[in-house]
């Protein structure tokens, strides 16, 4: 297994070739780098967010306390996750990840919705341009989907998935900040795994992940528990290309065409003594949109996947019941 990387230089979002490379390669992996975004995103602003989000991860506890994500918060998945604030195998875990996260929701007129630690709000403006910088990247590669699976013109042809992302209403779409210490005695029990096994919960998306911290894993063989490390670098060169994966929504709305492939996080044996970082961009579909089976022959043509006629659900509701078995509130599994 090799993920295929999809330059998207001297492209635009309704080449139908690039089109094809996307849809084939999410089709049968789930994932797919893309490199030579249009500049939409200038490595120099990674560095920054990655510079912004180890600083705040340093801080002390009483820091970052007063941010913790707590219960009843009126379904907002933000603020700081504290050490296995969250489990995302509950199936499988004994207890949360080995992980610290900070999780920011939509930006309103370029303002941040919530508290935000010192660190970070007074960087507010670099924040809210870089998630720009990653919503607009993400409504590019929606298109594509749109251009390869040729969806029908009356139906909304190029801009079908696009015209669900706007912002007409409020999204689960969510930034994250993530942080995975290394491994001590003190945290054998976690057996190897840093985040459980799961799939993302939105449409797409985006991973941005540092040199020499690898740890990604996709399951190619869920018969034989088969797992693919997924490399940092895998052109070798300067620029690190991003890593995109479609989530469950985009693959029920394809009716499991384009898929929702399972990952995890782990301790790579050659790596066990060194800290992990990482920064997802979470692209959702606003709350209402419904989740209607895609207008496109390709879709229909496809076999075996999750749309049935029984009930249609809404963006909204397939997110708050995945975050209802995943979020361990207040620490408690």
Not at 47 to 56: G, K, M, R, V
Not at 153 to 165: K, L, Q
Not at 245 to 265: F, I, M
């Amino acid at each position: 297994m090799e993920l295929p990387v999809i330059d998207l230089n001297h492209s635009t979002s309704k080449d139908p070739e690039v089109a094809k490379q996307l849809i084939d390669s999410v089709s049968q992996y789930g994932f797919v780098y893309v490199k030579n975004n249009c500049g939409v995103i200038p490595p120099k602003d990674i560095d920054i967010i990655f510079h912004l989000s180890e600083s705040f991860f340093k801080s002390s506890e009483e820091v970052k306390a007063p941010y913790k994500i707590k219960s009843g918060s009126s379904g907002k998945n933000s603020g700081w996750f504290p050490m296995h604030g969250e489990i995302l195998d509950p199936g499988k875990q004994a207890r949360g990840d080995f992980k610290e996260a900070f999780n920011m929701n939509e930006f309103r007129n370029g303002k941040a919705q919530q508290p935000l630690p010192s660190i970070l709000s007074e960087n507010e403006d670099r924040l809210n341009e870089f998630i720009e910088h990653c919503r607009n990247l993400c409504l590019s590669i929606l298109r594509y989907f749109a251009v390869g699976l040729d969806i029908e013109t009356g139906a909304g042809g190029d801009e079908f998935f696009t015209r669900f992302h706007d912002r007409s209403g409020p999204s689960g779409s969510v930034f994250r900040l993530l942080y995975y210490p290394a491994m001590s005695q003190e945290y054998e029990c976690a057996k190897g795994i840093r985040a459980g096994a799961h799939s993302d919960y939105g449409s797409i998306t985006l991973l941005f992940q540092r040199p020499g911290q690898p740890g990604l894993e996709i399951l190619t063989d869920s018969s034989s528990d088969s797992w693919y490390p997924v490399p940092v670098n895998p052109t070798n060169e300067p620029e690190l290309p991003i890593l995109v994966n479609v989530g469950d929504l985009l693959s029920y709305w394809t009716n499991g065409l384009l898929k929702s492939a399972v990952h995890r996080v782990v301790f790579p044996n050659e790596s066990t003594g060194r800290d992990r970082y990482s920064i997802a961009y979470f692209c959702h579909p606003v709350d209402d949109a419904p989740l209607l089976p895609v207008p496109s022959r390709a879709v229909r043509e496809h076999k075996g996947g999750t749309q049935t006629n029984e009930r249609l659900f809404t963006a909204k509701e397939h997110l708050d019941s995945r975050l209802a078995a995943t979020i361990a509130w207040d620490g408690k599994l």
